[in-house]
């Protein structure tokens, strides 16, 4: 059986592949996989996992980002009536009328 090993290198740092084993169980994968990739370089932690319990999703599978419509993001695509809008302008000018009488008094 094959089992894919991930190693971190430090601590809050990603796992990243760093190669493979053949063993017949998950305690003689461990223990092949601290031994082949525990030792070359400084590591934190190792992930053994069974090759056929990894799975892959590639660009021709899925096509990433960017495929929902977020045009509510836009202020243009809201309904805009414009007495609300002059209400909005006269509100914000008595604010700062009451913020020049506070820093007055």
């Not at 461990?30 to 082949?36: C, H, P, R």
């Not at 190792?46 to 660009?59: A, M, T």
């Not at 419509?69 to 809201?78: A, V």
């Not at 805009?80 to 007055?104: I, P």
Request: with cysteine; net charge negative; proline share 3%.
């Amino acid at each position: 059986m094959i089992w894919e090993v991930f190693r971190q290198e430090e601590n809050g740092e990603y796992h990243t592949h760093c190669g493979n084993v053949h063993a017949p169980d998950r305690e003689m994968a461990t223990q092949f996989a601290a031994i082949q990739h525990g030792r070359r370089k400084p590591t934190n932690s190792l992930w053994v996992v069974p090759k056929e319990e990894i799975g892959e999703i590639d660009s021709d599978d899925v096509e990433f980002g960017g495929t929902t419509d977020k045009g509510y993001r836009w202020t243009m695509t809201y309904n805009l009536q414009t007495d609300q809008a002059e209400e909005v302008v006269e509100s914000e000018s008595e604010q700062e009328q009451a913020d020049k009488q506070r820093g007055e008094a």
